[in-house]
Structure formats: C-alpha cells, structure tokens
C-alpha cells in the first residue's frame, strides 16, 4: 500500500499486509505493534553468535517483558535474566522455568532477595553489603558475583554501566573480602558476571572486557574455578536506530568469531565445563517493535514547524531521556513515498516543553490525521511507559508468523488508574 514514508517496514512486510491506519482504528492509538517473524529472526541471530555447548543467550527482560514476547523468546531457545519480583514473576508466567532464571539484581531489600532464593534461582550479587545479606539468608548457598571490568560502553552516560564512574559491580580489588564473605557463609562462587553498558555498534569493547573476566577466572585458585558454572558477559549488543540513513549494523558475525574463539580458547586451556552467558536485551527485541501513533496537531511557532500527537514521553521515555534517536514513517493512504521535505518537529500530549519525540527532523510534511510509525521501539519502549498525567499505557499487539495479529496486552483503562488508590 503507498503511504508517505514507509519504506522500510514496507520491505520488511512489518504489518503483515495490514495497513497500519487500520491498525490504529482497530486497536487504538497510541498502539506498540511487534513482528513475530522479526523477533524470532533476531533470536536466532543471537543464538547462533558461538557454537560452543556451553554458549547461552539469557536474554535480558527488563527490555521487553510482554509475557507473549518473552514466551516466543522462550521458545527460541532463549534463558533469561530477571532483576525484580515483577520480572521474575513475568518471567515464570512465560513459562522460563527456574533454571533458565538468573536474577541479577541491585541494592535490593532483604524480601526480595529471600523471594529470589524461595524461588530457587541463582542470583547475583553486585556489592559486598549485598553478598553479606544474601549469605546471611541463603547460608551455605550458591552464589554469583557481578564484578566491573573497568571498562565501560554505551550510547548515553547513563546506560554505561562498568569503568569508573558507576555504581555496578564488585571492584576486582575486593576481591579478597569477597571471598572472606563467602567463607563466613559457607557460599559456594557459582559464577561471575559483568555488564559493561548498553548498545555499542563496535565488537571490540565488548571483545575486551570478555578477555578481561576470562583472565580474572581463570586467576581464581584451583578451588574456586572448580565451582564455576556459569561466566556471564552480559549484553549491550547495539542496533541501528537510523535506518533512513543506513546506519551499518554491529557486525554480529566479527563478535561472534570473537565471542566464540575466546570461550573455546578458554575452555581447551582450563578444562572449564560451565556455560558462557551473553546478555542481550536490545539486540533481542528492539526491531520487532513498532510505536503507532496519530497527528492531532500542527502548527508553525517561531518559525519552527510542529506536528503535534499522541506520543507523549509517556508512551516512549527513551528520546527524552537519553536524547535518543527513532526513525518516524508517516503513514496516509493514497500518498506516493517520500515527497519533498520540510524540516519538523515532532512532540507528545504531555504538558512539558520537553515532550520531544524528535527534534528538526526533515521529513514529508506531516498532517492532522496522518498516522505515525516510531521504528525501532521494541526495546525500553513499553517496558519504560508510564501514567504520568494520568494518560493510559498503550496496548500491544503481536503480527504474528502467519499474517494474523493479537491483541498481547489491552490498553490501560481509567478504571485501571483507579484501582490502586480506592482503598
Ligand atoms: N544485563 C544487565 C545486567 C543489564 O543491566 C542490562 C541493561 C542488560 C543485560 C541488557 O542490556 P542491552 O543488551 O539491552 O543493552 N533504557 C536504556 C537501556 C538501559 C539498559 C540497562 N541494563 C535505553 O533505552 O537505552
């Protein structure tokens, strides 16, 4: 079907044939809409980055935690990491069962931990207070460290997550009073992790601090390494949110040679038997995911054009708080692909002037009634979503692998906002 600017989920049939203004009047607007086919294309991709036996993809839920999602995830061959009772408990309902669980979390209460370990899940901890509590109510348990490599990667200072300005992770130094703690409790190290940020385009970093959490294991005595079962690298893995421009991809072919030919190094040199983790969240599902969205508005202030709609930051968090780049296709029925270009800026319904979806974009001039597709929102799209001026979360619906669609979570309602303050 022609529509304005739709040229990539065109190629990719992202709809599956649906135009997406029927979409949007069927199911509502704003409306997330997610593409089976897409999702488990890039689980496979994911999957197939080492051969190695012991290589597992634990996919990070905080990104995406539509239980129907995590399911096909699941499906996939896919385990997956937990960092809260509620991901936990989403993550049970997909039917992940508690071995393919790791709950790595931080700074949390004594309940949670203890709900983790009834649960019977492996967690890790991120801090010597943190490791002190757990021994304290899983003594003689098994346990994970997360440990901060020094080296950090990341699109925003605020997603970077090891080096020196963080609050992740055990500094290596530590490690002696680590190992104290875990002697006084009588734990048993099943393993280490480390988390060096979030999306970067390049494999070298990553690369480098796997290198880095090989040498500090295999540095460990003879007695530790022995109890090691799992080495978790975590994730990072970028996309490119800028398909209009072609953006080059990370090259998952590079990182997976160079995944792959350092666990088999490691374990031919040490006799490791455990498994190797890598932790996507992004990688997983952001291009499955697809934010519709409607044109209520515009107008021409002080020179600068607005397109005014639906899509608050309420809806997706990610361009306000990390400045974060979406490409938009603007879809109406009848309308030839790519006219010529006005530069505009697109905003939400929130009352805040920095309810900003995208700023100075040179896009087809966008009109009242036209439909909005925000690209690239499967990741931190609706897990981020909110009520703020008590708007309703949007629904999500599944184009699933045979053409059809489903309806995978409603939209919020008003008796919804209602139902945890009439008490
Ligand atoms: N493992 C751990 C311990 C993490 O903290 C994270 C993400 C991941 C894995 C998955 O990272 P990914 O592969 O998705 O990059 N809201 C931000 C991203 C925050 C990431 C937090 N931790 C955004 O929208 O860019």
């Known amino acids: 079907m022609p529509a304005l600017r739709s040229s990539y989920t065109d190629k990719l049939s992202f709809f599956g044939g649906i135009p997406p203004q029927q979409l949007a009047t069927a199911y509502g607007s704003p409306l997330y809409i997610y593409n089976e086919n897409i999702l488990r294309r890039s689980c496979r991709e994911v999957l197939k980055l080492s051969e190695h036996p012991g290589f597992r993809v634990n996919y990070s839920a905080k990104a995406n935690s539509n239980p129907s999602l995590l399911r096909i995830i699941r499906e996939e061959g896919c385990l997956a990491d937990a960092m809260s009772p509620g991901e936990l408990r989403m993550n049970l309902h997909a039917g992940f069962p508690r071995e393919q669980i790791l709950y790595v979390c931080n700074n949390v209460a004594e309940a949670e931990l203890k709900n983790a370990v009834e649960h019977g899940l492996l967690v890790s901890v991120d801090s010597l207070a943190q490791l002190d509590l757990y021994g304290r109510i899983n003594r003689g348990g098994r346990v994970m ?49 480390q988390h060096i940020g979030s999306l970067f385009m390049e494999p070298g970093g990553y690369l480098d601090a796997m290198d880095w959490l090989l040498a500090f294991a295999a540095a460990l005595c003879p007695g530790e390494f022995a109890q090691l079962e799992i080495l978790d690298f975590g994730g990072g893995f970028g996309i490119p949110y800028r398909k209009y421009e072609n953006e080059a991809r990370l090259d998952m072919v590079a990182l997976g040679r160079g995944i792959h030919e350092r666990i088999s190094a490691f374990a031919a040199q040490t006799g490791y038997k455990g498994c190797f983790y890598v932790e996507p969240g992004r990688y997983i599902v952001a291009e499955c995911g697809l934010l519709l969205g409607t044109v209520h508005a515009v107008k021409t202030t002080a020179g600068r054009r607005y397109a005014g709609t639906d899509l608050g930051f309420n809806t997706l968090m990610r361009p306000v708080m990390y400045n974060s780049h979406h490409d938009i296709e603007i879809y109406r029925a009848g309308e030839q692909n790519e006219t010529k270009l006005l530069t505009q800026t697109v905003v939400g319904n929130i009352c805040e002037s920095g309810d900003i979806l995208a700023e100075h974009r040179n896009l087809p001039e966008i009109r009242i009634g036209d439909i909005l597709g925000v690209l690239d929102a499967g990741a931190y799209g609706f897990a981020m979503c909110s009520n703020y001026n008590l708007r309703l979360r949007p629904a999500e619906l599944l184009i699933c692998a045979d053409g059809s669609c489903r309806l995978i979570r409603r939209r919020d309602s008003l008796d919804d906002l209602l139902r945890n303050v009439d008490v």
């Open 145 to 193: 460290l997360r440990f901060n490599p020094g080296i950090g990667a990341g699109h925003h200072q605020k997603v970077v997550t090891a080096g020196k300005a963080t609050k992740f992770g055990i500094s290596p130094e530590e490690l002696g009073e680590a190992r104290a703690l875990l002697a006084g409790h009588n734990l048993t190290l099943a393993g280490l992790n």
